[in-house]
Nanobody
Framework: QVQLVESGGGLVHPGGSLRLSCEAS????????MAWYRQAPGNQRELVAA???????????SVKGRFTISRDVAKNTAKNTVYLQMNSLKPEDTAVYYC????????????????WGQGTQVTVSS
């Protein structure tokens, strides 16, 4: 029905940058909210940034001013993509980053809730 596929994780030095991407595919009409969460070993999963279809965004205090979330819808394929530009990375940003999509209107099915990607590892280390 709907798949979320993340890419862009990796190893980066402190102060460096990475850009994560998450592409949602399927017979999608609209997606209300797309977000990035992260989970470090021993910690609970936490919201990093979220963006609604109306253009609103919100960020965790720990990433404000360093991370930017953005969304794109390809006109020809209707694929929805959410990006997370991460700058000035710190060792404490090390985690598995997960893409989330909520309130997904799917052609012929209705509205689906709370889909997750498989996660991508981000490691910030010197």
């Amino acid at each position: 029905q709907v798949q979320l596929v993340e890419s862009g994780g990796g190893l980066v030095h402190p102060g460096g940058s990475l850009r994560l991407s998450c592409e949602a595919s399927g017979s999608i009409l609209t997606i209300d909210s797309m977000a990035w969460y992260r989970q470090a070993p021993g910690n609970q999963r936490e919201l990093v940034a979220a963006a609604t279809s109306g253009g609103s965004t919100n960020y965790a205090d720990s990433v404000k001013g360093r991370f930017t979330i953005s969304r794109d819808v390809a006109k020809n394929t209707a694929k929805n993509t959410v990006y997370l530009q991460m700058n000035s990375l710190k060792p404490e940003d090390t985690a598995v980053y997960y893409c989330n999509a909520d309130k997904i209107r799917v052609r012929g099915i209705g509205t689906l809730r709370d889909y997750w990607g498989q996660g991508t590892q981000v490691t910030v280390s010197s």
